[in-house]
DNA sequence: CGTCTATTTGAATGTACTCAAAAGCGGTGG
DNA sequence: CCACCGCTTTTGAGTACATTCAAATAGACG
């Protein structure tokens, strides 16, 4: 269960076997159903969490109650509202799963304390971060620079493995276009997909 | 000249005197006339960047050659093609001074080695971009919740003392939109500035 | 099956863009 | 110190891309 979790640290940084003991203790799983919250706006989010299987989305709801999609993950990824998590403050964003998933996750006061057991641990995640930073950079660019058809398309090519997993509607929300747009773009692109 | 990059590292963790000494040593100072740049496409981006004074622009060009602005950077701020940096690739963004300014630069080895030497540096660039990383999320949500009227409004609300320095111009690419658009924005909008 | 949800289709509308041209503004040289 | 030049901002007409709203069709699941 904790396989992909050590997996994916190691790919970063070393870990020798007690930290990986540590790491693998300190991380509890969570089972969600299909379209069960981890995560509800106003609650806390006290804990790091790490996609072990499955499909989650992070989301916004606005005042006219449309949802606006921030993020897709899938196993091996990481998610969280990190605004939340870091500033002790209500989360503005939920999460919830698009299909069965199991997350690992630590709360806040562990993870602090094994920043401190395990130095790597901080340079990891500093990484980890700098990496979702230049993938949301990227992504700022294109929703300026490209079309709806060409986000669609990127997406797709990007993310094909995901794109299986999700409803149409959502891919819509994500690329910041009506679900009907999204369907017109897919009929005029026809064969191109 | 090194005051506002200590006083920057000490909002987050703390350092000792020598510790001081040592980043002030590494870190050296750049002077930029307005409108010089900084990084050019295509160059390596081998140095982590503060902005001491002044004030500069991320941007991409795309194949049109039209300019989108990614970020603005004044005092206080980090700035760099980050993706570069990592992944020791020409940087694909240009960073260029919009007023006269001074950036503190660190070469990558360097700033490699102060990691070992300085652990709570780690933690500072793990809290340094995880800020980043939310505000950059943020800034993700309202390109595609708000219209450009009310992300010109919010824009101006929160940077009033980088809008003062920015043409209108680049302020519109910034927020994904034209010039022209901007200005009749500006216009409807009248008494509400 | 039948029901609920997701996707498609089409018409009318709106927001932002393009292109062109005029007006404003700031710096520089005569 | 004013006139001119280049760059920025404004204005307006015509257009394009995407939205809203409504309704029909298709798919998934119990």
């Known amino acids: 269960m904790h396989e992909p979790l050590i997996q994916n640290i190691k790919e970063l940084v070393i870990l020798n076997e007690a ?8 991380f509890k799983p969570i089972t ?3 379209k069960q919250f981890l995560l509800q706006k106003g609650e806390p989010s006290n804990h790091m ?4 299987a499955g499909c989650l989305k992070l989301f916004e709801i606005d005042k006219a109650g449309r949802e606006y999609i921030l993020q897709f993950g899938i196993k091996g990824w990481w998610m969280n509202d990190l605004y939340a998590y870091l500033s002790l403050k209500p989360v503005t964003y939920f999460i ?3 299909v069965d998933s199991v997350v690992l996750q630590i709360h806040r006061d562990r993870l602090n304390e094994l920043f401190n057991e395990i130095h790597m641990l901080d340079r990891f995640f500093r990484i980890k971060t700098q990496n979702g930073y230049v993938a949301l950079q990227e992504r700022t660019i294109h929703s300026m620079s490209q079309t709806a058809e060409e986000r669609y398309y990127n997406f797709v090519k990007r ?3 995901m794109e299986q997993q999700i409803p149409q509607y959502m891919i819509a929300s994500y690329l910041g276009i009506t ?3 999204l369907s017109t773009i897919r009929k005029n692109m026809g064969s191109r997909l």
Chains 1, 2 share one sequence.
Do not use: C, G, M, S
């Not at 969490?49 to 072990?52: C, H, L, P």
């Open 159 to 161: 993310y094909r493995i």
């Open 96 to 98: 919830q799963a698009i």
């Open 19 to 26: 930290e990986v003991d540590l790491v693998e203790e300190a």
């Open 179 to 181: 679900p009907e747009h």
């Open 32 to 34: 969600l159903k299909k």
């Open 49 to 52: 969490r790490f996609i072990a």
